[in-house]
């Protein structure tokens, strides 16, 4: 599976972000997508994922903030009232049996 992210960047606290990323592969249309990010200094931590079939699952701290849809083998998220603490390398993610990664994108928010 490649994965291809793009989006991120700079934004202020209260606003909005999207990130998109485009699997392929072999089994890009039977793996879940999603996003995992990693804030210096802790650990590598769940944001969102979405399976073929449309189950959604969130962590607790981006719940009813972040958006995650699904194109085909394009996911998207859409992160709005973002909060410093959302700062932070996002990696694109599909799972099937195991997790493939994409590259990182950073996103930072200023306070």
């Known amino acids: 599976v490649q994965l291809q992210a793009y989006g991120g960047g700079l934004a202020q606290a209260g606003g909005s972000l999207r990130l998109s990323c485009d699997a392929s592969?072999?089994?890009?249309?039977?793996?879940?997508l999603g996003w995992y990010r990693q804030a210096p200094g802790k650990e590598r931590e769940l944001v969102a994922r979405?399976?073929?079939?449309?189950s959604i699952e969130y962590g607790a701290s981006v719940k009813g903030r972040f958006t995650i849809s699904r194109d085909g083998n394009t996911v998207y998220l859409q992160m709005n009232s973002l909060k410093p603490e959302d700062t932070a390398v996002y990696y694109c993610?599909?799972?099937?049996?195991?997790?493939?990664w994409g590259q990182g994108t950073l996103v930072t928010v200023s306070s």
């Open positions: 993610v599909a799972r099937y049996n195991r997790n493939y």
């Open positions: 979405i399976t073929p079939g449309g």
């Open positions: 592969g072999r089994i890009s249309n039977v793996a879940a």
